[in-house]
């Protein structure tokens, strides 16, 4: 058993909880939780399974079942919980793959349905968009290079698993993957406050882009020349913007309502 | 100046920060930043502005504004620190009185259009359910007992400023306002898993009521009991749940869309 908060293992884990770079280099992240683990097993993607003294003791079937096929460690409940990013922890974690996806194939998707995000910078809210591009039936999210960590510890819990099963590429330049998109014969449509067209007006049944702005500054100017038409989600009140992942969510689901029934 | 953390308004606004229980005997709350505060001055609410010494020194003109028409005290930036609530504080918080509404003149609002929260519980969700709430053309937002509190200050921040603008009320028994709400001949609609119909399926164009449940729980089943029908968004992939703030969006966006060139 681990007991020493100086045991390298615990050292690693912490570096890849707070360092992006580190996990960038390493192509690996942490998640938390049985049910990221199992997820992350279907993938083929989990490395290796800390489990704290007392979650051990429990011995819930679930979790046998899965350290009896991953290599694992037990760690004193002390040490777990430096290791751990949660304040009520289950008491296990492990070392993930991070996934990763060729832009071709996030590219040919047939639903042609791309989320791209211009920017996000809140953790939160990339997590939650990355859910919610699931549920709505999107191919892919394709992130600009400023937009947050999606393995940043905050950011994997909020997906609720779905950083394990929606495709998603970080794009050195966002335009040209716009420009991409557009040439292959789809509609790239962006949020802006000014939109010239209601975003329930635009036509999302033949497959769209869609871009979604930073919190704070909305989309670059060099990236609203690239689309096709700039969308506004109307506002009653006084409010100046609605949070980013709820512009999202609306948007998504609004091109799913359109397109349900429609055989792809 | 105020340069000691043990003065008394100094351990008044923190207890106001942390302290529920605190705030509702008193009725007020803190809130943070110039917009924020401002918003409270104009619905008449602001009681008292506390500025950090060195915001004090930047003499911007709306905040000279504000504080030549309030009570206010300047503060060092080290005090301040303590009774802010953010990382990167503007410098200037205030204590604000809780806006309060009667039941009567929630139901009585000629846009028809409630959403019932059946125990939110999460601060941030709370916050952007209300934003979204505004934006979308919400009567009011009434919260069952069980709901987060909506002083807490990261709800209060995740509002950006809609809790000074939408009508909202936290009631003892959320199945006798459902009642009420039918009884004055709407619909009450509430999110469920297996909910029998699609939420763009439900006509909002008459006025309606719209449930969203607990992030973990969904409804109650004695509130289940009281609706006139449930709803549920589709979801692709194998997501289990979209984010409680994720649905009342999709939903009220719905109705807001459906509702959009009616004139009520």
């Known amino acids: 058993m681990i007991s020493s908060s100086t045991n390298q293992q615990v050292k690693d884990i912490i570096k890849l909880q707070k360092q992006p770079k580190y996990r960038r280099s390493q192509s690996l992240f942490v998640a938390e939780g049985l049910k990221m683990l199992t997820e992350a097993a279907w993938k083929g993607s989990l490395v290796k399974i800390y489990i704290s003294e ?97 393995f940043n510890p905050k950011t994997v819990r909020s997906t609720m698993g779905a950083i394990f099963r929606m495709p998603f590429i970080y794009a050195d330049d966002i335009t040209e993957v716009i420009m991409q998109i557009r040439n292959n014969g789809y509609n790239v449509y962006g949020t802006a406050m000014e939109g010239s067209i209601i975003y329930d007006k635009a036509d999302y049944t033949k497959g769209a882009g869609i871009v979604i702005g930073n919190e704070a500054n909305g989309i670059q100017d060099r990236v609203l020349e690239c689309i096709t038409g700039s969308i506004r989600i109307p506002m009653e009140g006084k409010l100046e913007s609605l949070n980013a992942a709820v512009s999202a969510a609306v948007i998504m689901y609004e091109a799913a309502r359109q397109r349900r029934g429609i055989i792809l």
């Open 54 to 150: 007392s979650a051990m003791q429990k011995k819930q079937g679930s979790l046998i079942k899965l350290y009896n096929k991953y290599p694992y460690e037990t760690v004193s409940d002390k040490v777990f919980g430096h290791m751990s990013d949660t304040v009520t922890t289950q008491g296990i974690l492990g070392i993930v793959k991070q996934p990763s996806y060729s832009m071709e194939s996030i590219l040919e998707d047939k639903r042609h349905m791309w989320l791209l995000l211009d920017d996000i910078r809140d953790p939160g809210n990339l997590g939650t968009i990355m859910r919610t591009a699931e549920g709505a039936g999107m191919s892919a999210v394709i992130m600009g290079r400023g937009t947050a960590d999606l």
